[in-house]
């Protein structure tokens, strides 16, 4: 049976200001140990370490050529992807779901239709902190990590608080739901019990969607055994137990449907998996390129050679765009709507 190897970076939990992390993601590949490691050996032939480590290579300039030889090899060879989202954008994208739509919801506008919730997400990434004011935009953003975290009352009237506190009349319709109105339909979705900031689930679902496009019938899954992943691992299992007989437009060119091909998740020592270890190379070089793209760190590969070395169904993102035209054209007749709706139902309880 086909077998994708993922692995992850990145991921802080709830926690989405987290300054250290700016990006989070995970790769997936379709490799077997015996090509992995003989990927592993044509291209570092004299490594010593027991086990290959994306981050210890990309230390060593001398390192550059053979790690981009080596991804481009497993580009070109192997089914792959990679996803990775800007996890700021991400809490403006949930303060949309959550802090905004509910209000217009009620009132019988669809704030999903054609990725409007996508567009305004990115108007408020970019443009709140001029709008609303550099440190009111910050403390709203933090007041609404916590306030999903924590459902009490007292971090709900402070996240009200908060909105009241920003130039919140430069974009009502975005802040004036909570600023104005206090809208309970809002409040009482951010206070949904097991709703948090975690993105694991919205990072795997993308990547799951891919896997199923790209695999020829039923498939399974090997990750480590890091705790980070045991989110990851649960999740799985999840998606897997749903026999459920339902489709949803995703995108433009992607749909998810169940019951998935996806049938089995194994978690395994990635010391004793070289294709795991690849997964970990993808994901690792993907996340460092977002950080030298967005003038965060500095070293590394160059980010522009990576990208180039991808195709265009190879690589993910969530990443905020003022190209609104584009999202809209992307999104069009999309079911974003049902399909959180629906896994919010079915999929996503609380953790054991």
Wanted: glycine share 6%; hydrophobic share 40%.
């Amino acid at each position: 049976m086909e077998c994708f190897r993922i692995d992850e970076s990145g991921y802080t939990g709830f926690d989405l200001l987290n300054a250290d992390q700016r990006f989070q993601g995970a790769s997936a590949v379709a490799i077997n140990d015996d090509d992995a490691e003989r990927l592993i050996k044509q291209h570092f032939p004299k490594l010593q370490s027991p086990e290959l480590k994306y981050r210890a290579l990309s230390r060593r300039d001398a390192n550059h050529p053979r790690l981009l030889g080596l991804i481009h090899d497993l580009l070109s060879d192997f089914k792959c992807v990679t996803y990775v989202c800007d996890k700021r954008y991400m809490l403006t994208l949930m303060f949309v779901d959550y802090a905004v739509e509910p209000y217009y919801y009620e009132r019988g506008f669809d704030c999903y239709a054609d990725g409007q919730n996508y567009a305004t997400a990115s108007m408020l990434h970019m443009a709140g902190p001029a709008l609303l004011g550099k440190p009111q935009f910050r403390r709203l953003m933090a007041c609404f990590q916590r306030a999903m975290k924590e459902k009490t009352n007292t971090v709900l009237n402070e996240l009200v608080a908060a909105a009241r506190a920003t130039n919140w009349r430069q974009i009502p319709e975005v802040i004036g739901p909570l600023a104005q109105y206090a809208a309970p339909e809002c409040l009482q979705a951010i206070a949904t019990p097991e709703l948090n900031t975690d993105v694991a689930f919205i990072v795997l679902q993308s990547l799951i969607t891919r896997m199923e496009a790209m695999a020829d019938g039923p498939y399974r899954v090997e990750h480590d055994q890091s705790k980070n992943l045991a989110t990851y691992h649960e999740l799985l299992q999840r998606f897997i137990g749903n026999n459920d007989t339902v489709q949803f437009r995703a995108t433009e060119i992607t749909t998810l449907s169940f019951p998935l091909k996806l049938t089995e998740v194994e978690q395994v020592d990635s010391k004793k998996s070289p294709a795991v270890q690849l997964a970990d190379v993808l994901i690792g070089a993907a996340i460092e390129a977002g950080n030298s793209l967005a003038g965060l760190r500095s070293g590394g590969l160059d980010p522009e050679q990576l990208v180039a070395l991808y195709g265009d169904e190879q690589f993910i993102h969530m990443l905020p765009s003022v190209d609104f035209e584009e999202q809209r054209r992307f999104r069009q007749g999309t079911q974003t709507g049902k399909m959180i709706d629906y896994f919010a139902t079915n999929l996503m309880g609380p953790m054991r």
